[in-house]
């Protein structure tokens, strides 16, 4: 029993992503939607966070969107980039016997 699919809209899919009946496909959307949400609150977080959190050696990196065309704030959003794009591959990875959104 998946949570969230139940009668009488049975797997919910909307926009008609996922084939009728094709629960695999249905879990890695929703896996993929709870990842994609959670980047987005951290995204949020970390919007509000840079006008009031400076690390050393990033004093002079302005504000804003401007800190991504800047350096050193460029060299940051690189190094961000990399370490982001690593994680989702080897670490956050969704196991088939788990939760859609469970990574622990």
């Known amino acids: 029993r998946i949570v969230g699919a139940m009668e009488p809209l049975g797997f919910f899919d909307p926009a008609g ?8 496909g249905f879990q890695n959307l929703r896996a993929a939607e709870i990842k994609h949400g959670r980047v987005a609150m951290m995204a949020a977080l970390g919007a509000v966070a840079q006008h009031y959190i400076k690390f ?3 004093e002079t990196v302005p504000a804003g969107i ?4 800047t ?7 690189a190094a961000l980039f990399l370490l982001s794009g690593a994680m ?6 969704q196991d ?7 990574f622990g």
């Open 17 to 24: 992503f996922s084939k009728v009946g094709d629960k695999e």
């Open 66 to 69: 401007g800190a991504v065309t």
């Open 71 to 77: 350096p050193p704030g460029t060299y940051g959003f």
């Open 56 to 58: 050393p050696g990033f």
């Open 96 to 102: 088939p016997n788990k939760e859609a959104g469970d």
């Open 88 to 93: 989702e591959l080897a670490v956050w990875t």
